[in-house]
């Protein structure tokens, strides 16, 4: 009767493909959850965007004097809210955003509206803050609109380099600016 040989691994092979696994799996698992991170970030981005410009939308479309009023500030808060809760941006709790201040103002997370007032006034007169909403088509009169927002971050050591806005997670920010319709008759 013969038998057959034993056929045996090479020493030091146990554990081999298991440590390579240990470094390569890690690896991978880093890599898809930054690109996850980034596709969240880009995607709240795009959103934020969406809601600075529907916001803007609404401001030039106001006829309520002066433009820079406690009331119009507070509606353009209120709107701002209103956009971030329709358009789900990542993040955002409704009811945050209550005022709008003056963007120089905007140092965090929030919502920011200038109506400055242009520099050149038709047949050379000057414009004071009680003249906007313009009266006619003559008037280039614009609304600027600032939305900060932090966008919650899911992977690990990121909050390290990441922008800050006063808030846990990545800062971004959007600016829009719309010229302002003439007032209603």
Known sequence: MSRRPIRRRPYGSNGQALAEFALVGGLF??????????????WSANTLDQVTR??????????????????????????????????????????????????????GTGVAA????PSVAPGGG??????CPPSDSGIAWFVRVRISHAVPIFFPGLQLVAPSCGGSGFCLTSTTELRMEPKSP
């Open 54 to 107: 529907d916001t803007a939308r609404w401001a030039v479309t106001q006829s309520t004097v002066p433009c820079e009023g406690a009331p119009n500030r507070s509606a353009v808060a209120a709107h701002a809210d209103q956009f971030a809760r329709q358009w789900r941006l990542m993040g955002y709790a409704a009811g945050t955003w209550t005022t709008a201040g003056p963007i120089a103002d905007l140092t």
């Open 126 to 131: 000057t414009l004071f803050a009680n003249d």
């Open 114 to 117: 200038d109506w400055p007032i």
């Open 29 to 42: 698992f880093l890599m898809v959850m930054g690109i996850v991170q980034f596709g969240l970030i880009m």
